[in-house]
């Protein structure tokens, strides 16, 4: 046990390590990150201007698909699972996670999924074009031959997530140093257990969705075909059911995150800290029963219609109390602004004005009207981008010295901060606006009113992109060429078993649990 | 032997990553197999599996033999194993799901009731909502050239399904009693209990796949029937490979026990394969109400 990492390219194949578990998940989702990114390039490269100029609307479609499933199954979710290898163990004191070979498996079967995905841009009749919400009949009856591979892709992208989770939850439950009880564990631990109880109850269901689509497309059950008695309207209950706490399982881990950043740059301990988990639950257990939000427009009777607008709204209270407490952590701090907490703040700002337009998208009659604009994509991407991705910025930025005990440099960091701020903001800001005034989504054309606005958001999209690249660069240079830091603590207000450690991390940590008082 | 305070983090290992390998030829395989392909990724990748499987069980069974396990590792593999039972029961309850909402609102629109008229009218006019669906909309709409043809009869609750329920449940009273005797040490009990489970489980399949073809060569009751043939076979079908799974994995044990490796207190292979024996079980029980009788 005592001794470090295995030397050459076994190290990263055979590791049972939960750091350098945690690294490849990280690594993995940045080159997913950047691939989904790629895709999104040539959406707005082909919505620069009004007509078709670069691709055709079928590739369009394949583009707007394989840009959502990447993001959010290969960028976004493996990028948290990834930081809560890294810290969870080192965060509540413990030697590992309590499956180390099972947590390889979780990681190393992603590869493959991906790979499965991606393969399919090159199948014949092309990827996926269905959309990343993959509705039938367009999933089914219309789908192009590659839908196959595409549902067992699903399958074992579920199964990572898992095994992924069973093992967080087993470590969290089970592995927490002596002292360290429930109400003591940093937020992090809190909001990542309660993800990880939401996927092991929803990816099933997605199992499920993928298994009926799978019998309707190749052995003739009518689950979503009415002709057989079915309904295409139950495929969309199914995967919301999955799909809403999906969006939770998403932001979750990154409110995590959030809550340890703002009080170490706040130099005060976070605001209300039973509230945050009761709020945290709060939002889990609501959001099983809210998921037909998504469905308004498909005639719905008013009894439903009703329902899930009322219970819908009701998210907007826990995570209010959310908001609230961060701004009251941050009220009278001695705030200093380095790199994470900009990111932080940001997220704060810009998460709120994407639960706002969520809460007029709640309202029934007018989602009537918003739904399938592009409204809806500045609502999901104000929570998704500024969302979930700046806090995993900012993590990755709060943590890097713990990690590889190198300092990033603070004028980069910040200089990458307001890149991605404002071109974050110029894309995605207009979008608002063409919703409102009525361009639907997933199309490759548009009429000319929505002229100027595209362009500015395209614009937005290419600066937006740049400050990935830089983010690159910028993580790069510290493990290479950073100032080496030692100090067990990087930052003054920093608290948490993760910071008595020494920087860098050692290969194994809490070998013997400390004593938490 | 291990104590309390320290927490047994295997070294590296190379059976994650030839499990991953076999689990994604297993998905590429399936994609091919599927479409008209053959079926040998597939294998491959499911043998590959297989030998993992039985090596990384082989492994961890010998780790604890060896004494590295304590109570806390112990309890990792406990709480592992019932949280996978708890995914397994959201798959079926997606499945559930499905079923009701078919039989309680998908049906009745098509058949012109509340929001339902205007579909009914002009898209399968003359179909009428009813369980079992005899009828499918298809066939009212286009007769004999209908895609979906509905089955003729469907399965009698109260004859083999009926059986089986008797026996699924006397299978789960023997494994309680297998567990018992084992944690009294008595191995002959044990090894008697467990092996009249096992041999009830086969039993059970066997009246399953009797029961399938009497549905597809006697009554027209296929996948292909429409919606109480799709629910039916999926539900039911997932179900039976939940139970050969239990009677391999109980399969297992018992051949375990024969060697003797399980003591009174320490038995959680068996343990954990007898929690999930009883979760088909009350899986079943959900099956036999709501498909079988109330569905007939
Ligand atoms: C106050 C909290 C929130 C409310 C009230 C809310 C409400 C809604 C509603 C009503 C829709 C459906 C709009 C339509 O299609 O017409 C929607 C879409 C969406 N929301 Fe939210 N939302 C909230 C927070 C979030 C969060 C935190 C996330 C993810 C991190 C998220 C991700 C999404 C996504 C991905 C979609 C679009 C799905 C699609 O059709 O592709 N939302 N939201
Ligand atoms: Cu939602």
């Not at chain 1, 990114?37 to 007509?51: C, D, K, N, Q």
């Not at chain 2, 069974?61 to 029961?89: D, T």
């Not at chain 2, 109480?228 to 051949?255: D, K």
């Not at chain 2, 109400?289 to 569905?295: A, K, N, T």
Request: with cysteine.
């Amino acid at each position: 046990m005592a001794h470090g990492p295995a030397k050459g390219i076994g190290r990263w194949i055979f590791t049972t390590n939960h750091k350098d578990i945690g690294t490849l998940y990280l690594w993995f989702s940045f080159a997913m990150f950047l691939l989904g990114g790629f895709f999104a390039m040539v959406i707005r490269a082909e919505l620069f201007e009004p007509g078709m100029q670069i691709v055709r609307p079928e590739f369009f479609n394949q583009m707007t698909t394989m840009h959502g499933l990447v993001m959010v199954f290969g960028a976004i979710m493996p990028a948290f699972v990834g930081l809560a290898n890294w810290m969870i163990p080192m965060m509540i004191g413990a030697p590992d996670m309590a499956l180390p070979r099972m947590n390889n498996l979780s990681f190393w079967i992603l590869p493959f999924a991906f790979a499965i995905l991606a393969s399919t841009l090159f199948m014949e009749g092309g990827a996926p074009n269905f959309g990343w919400t993959f509705y039938a009949p367009l999933s089914t009856t219309y789908a192009p031959p590659s839908v196959n591979y595409f549902i067992f892709g699903v399958h074992i992208m579920g199964a990572s997530s898992i095994m992924g989770s069973i093992n967080i939850i087993a470590t969290v439950l089970n592995l927490r140093a002596p002292g360290m009880t429930l109400m003591k564990m940093p937020l992090f631990v809190w909001t990542w257990l309660i993800t990880a109880f939401l996927l092991v109850a929803v990816m099933p269901v997605l199992a499920g969705a993928v298994t009926m689509m799978l019998m309707d497309v190749n052995f003739g059950t009518s689950f979503f075909n009415a002709a057989g008695g079915g309904d295409p309207v139950l495929f969309q209950h199914v995967f919301w059911f999955f799909g809403h706490p999906e969006v939770y399982i998403i932001i979750l881990p990154a409110f995590g995150v959030i809550s340890a950043i703002i009080p170490a740059f706040s130099r005060k301990p976070l605001f209300g800290y039973s509230s945050m988990v009761y709020a945290t639950a709060a939002i889990a257990f609501l959001s099983f029963i809210v998921w037909a939000h998504h469905m308004f427009t498909v005639g719905m009777p008013l009894t439903g219609e009703l329902y899930f607008m009322y219970a819908t709204m009701l998210i907007a209270v826990p995570t209010g109390v959310k908001v609230f407490n961060w701004i009251s952590t941050m009220f009278r701090g001695a705030m200093t602004f380095e790199t994470p907490m900009l990111f932080a703040i940001a997220f704060v700002i810009l998460f709120t004005m994407g639960g706002f337009t969520g809460l007029m998208l709640s309202i029934a009659p007018s989602d009537i009207q918003y739904h399938d604009t592009y409204f809806v994509v500045a609502h999901f991407h104000y929570v998704m981008v500024a969302g979930a991705v700046f806090s995993g910025t900012a993590a990755v930025y709060y943590w890097l010295p713990k990690w590889c005990g190198k300092m990033y440099d603070e004028t980069m960091g910040k200089l990458q901060f307001w890149i991605a701020f404002i071109g974050f903001n110029i894309t995605f800001f207009p979008q608002h606006f063409l919703g409102l005034a009525g361009m639907p989504r997933r199309y490759a054309d548009y009429a000319l009113q929505f002229a100027d606005w595209n362009m500015v958001s395209s614009i937005g999209a290419f600066i937006y992109g740049a400050a990935q690249l830089l983010f690159l660069f910028n993580v790069i240079r510290t493990i290479v060429a950073g100032k080496p830091v030692t100090e067990p603590k990087t930052w003054e207000g920093a608290e948490g078993l993760e910071w008595t450690l020494p920087t860098p991390a050692p290969y194994h940590t809490f070998s013997t649990p400390p004593e938490v008082k | 032997m291990a104590t309390e305070s320290s927490y047994y983090v295997p070294d590296q290992s190379r059976l994650p990553i030839f499990a991953a390998l076999g689990f994604g030829s297993m998905a590429v395989g399936a994609g091919s197999w599927v479409q008209g392909g053959s079926p040998m990724i597939f294998l491959a990748g499911a043998l590959l599996m297989a030998l993992v499987l039985y090596t990384w069980f082989s492994t961890v069974i010998g780790e604890n033999m060896a004494g590295m396990n304590n109570a806390q590792v112990k309890r990792s593999y406990v709480w592992g194993m019932s949280w996978f039972i708890f995914s397994e029961v959201m798959f079926f309850a997606c499945f559930f799901g499905a079923l009701f909402y078919v039989r309680t609102l998908a049906l009745p629109w098509l058949g012109g009731e509340g929001k339902g008229v205007p579909t009914n009218d002009v898209l399968w006019h003359g179909f009428e909502a009813t369980w079992p669906l005899f009828q499918t909309p298809d066939q009212v709409a286009h007769g004999e050239s209908a895609q979906f043809i509905g089955p003729e009869a469907i399965i009698d609750p109260w004859h083999v399904p009926l059986l089986n329920t008797i026996i699924l449940l006397s299978s789960s009273v023997t494994v309680h009693f297998a567990h018992t005797a084992i944690k009294n040490n008595n191995r002959s009990g044990f090894t008697r209990w467990l092996g009249l489970t096992w041999v009830l489980g086969i039993v059970f399949v066997a009246f399953q796949i009797a029961e399938y073809h009497e549905a597809y060569s006697e009554l027209g009751l296929t996948l292909a029937s429409g919606i109480f043939g799709t629910t039916f076979f999926m539900l039911t079908g997932f179900h039976g490979a939940h139970v050969t799974l239990g009677t391999i994995m109980l399969f297992i044990q018992w051949l375990r026990g024969l060697k003797g490796h399980f003591k009174p207190d320490d038995n959680f292979g068996f343990e954990a394969s007898s929690w999930y024996w009883h979760f088909v079980d009350v899986v079943w029980v959900g099956l036999f109400i709501f498909v079988y009788v109330l569905g007939s």
